[in-house]
């Protein structure tokens, strides 16, 4: 049982992991996806997309590279979120309270993505992308919580 929490929360802070060091490098992402997406000729609204995020993102950049530091403090919020992870990795019984914490961030992740992405002008689409990152995040995270629960305190 120990086990198979260990690895969700494995899961969980790979993901955060992962998420974070994607967020440093958004400018050559972008034109690495766009350029590929334009090339392959398929979802074409996502490639056209995907090179309006590109071109905002270059000429953002080039006229304030200050705002890429925004990016790069959600990379760290992301590892730090990750590190909270290590107690219940270590010992999920005694820190449910992260669990716990992990859950309803994802699911704030949904109403954030809808509402925010609405105001930010994100195609209806790219925020039920978002909202999966919620729903998905949050089946490891109740997973390792009811397993927890049956551990010895």
Known sequence: MLTRIRVLIGIVILGLVASGISALPLQVESGFL???LQRSGSFPDLAAFMTQIHDGLRTTYAAYPFLAYGTDWLAFGHFVIAIFFI???IDPRRN???IDAGIIA???VIPTALICGGLRQLPFWWRLV???FG???VIPLWLARRWALQLPR
């Open 87 to 89: 107690g219940p990795l």
């Open 135 to 137: 729903a998905l995040g």
């Open 130 to 132: 978002d909202c999966a």
């Open 106 to 108: 994802c699911v704030l």
């Open 34 to 36: 766009s350029e590929w």
């Open 96 to 98: 449910l309270w992260v």
